[in-house]
């Protein structure tokens, strides 16, 4: 694959992780009790940690320039959905009184929405751009070797700069501080737990991806300026 091509695969697995980001943000608040136990989670649990997992597949086969560039189109589009949810939740009333509850419920949950996605923004494009450096540094200096620990220990630092940005941000004033640092806490270790059981299966697919695209990217001569978005 040349510089500026991008393949149908490549093509499919950005889409992937830009709507995992987009659909995660009206997740967020809903919030489980897991399981019985004094812990909850946000909803975004269930889809967040795939963005992660298609970041690392992007690093892995395409490199970092190619990731650069999809964390920049996720970030633009995720700016978009917000802006237009606020602004459908800015429109009139319905003229139906019977409609009135539906509009209502709309309005409480999409005016989270561009609290939750300018948070996410910024967390998600720390995060990711955290994830996709270590990612691209470890294998340059393993020669491509353990893709599962390259995979972990960088979507952990990654998951982390994300969790400890958003989480206080979206629910600063809302919950008490120690439930907020305790919520941010429990995503790290759910999104951990959940990139170690999808590991086998991240692994299959990357290697099955470069094959098929017949490329593995090692970033040896890159610029890791995040804002140089025309270099991919």
């Known amino acids: 694959m040349s510089k500026n091509h991008f393949s149908t695969r490549f093509v499919l697995i950005a889409t992937t992780l830009i709507v995992c980001l987009i659909t995660s943000n009206f997740f967020v608040p809903r919030l489980w009790q897991v399981a019985g136990l004094p812990l909850q989670l946000s909803g975004a649990v269930l889809l967040f940690p795939v963005t992660y997992i298609f970041n690392d597949c992007v690093t892995e086969v395409y490199g970092y320039r190619k990731a650069r560039f999809v964390l920049w189109m996720a970030f633009l589009l995720s700016a978009f959905v917000a802006m237009m949810a606020q602004l459908v939740s800015w429109l009139p009333a319905p003229l139906q009184e019977e409609s009135l509850p539906v509009a209502e419920a709309f309005n409480s949950l999409f005016s989270m929405v561009p609290r939750t996605t300018i948070a996410s923004l910024f967390a998600f494009f720390v995060g990711s751009t955290v994830n996709a450096w270590i990612m691209s540094r470890m294998k340059v200096a393993s020669e491509g070797k353990g893709f599962g620990w390259r995979a972990i220990i960088s979507s952990v630092a990654g998951e982390a700069a994300d969790s400890l940005i958003f989480f206080p941000a979206v629910f ?21 737990l959940y990139e170690v059981v999808a590991l086998p299966l991240t692994s299959w697919f990357v290697n099955s991806v470069k094959r098929a695209e017949g490329i593995d990217t090692y970033d040896r001569k890159v610029s890791y300026n995040p804002f140089r978005i025309k270099d991919f």
């Open 172 to 192: 600063w004033g809302v919950m008490p501080l120690a439930a907020v640092l305790q919520l941010a806490i429990s995503q790290v270790i759910a999104k951990l």
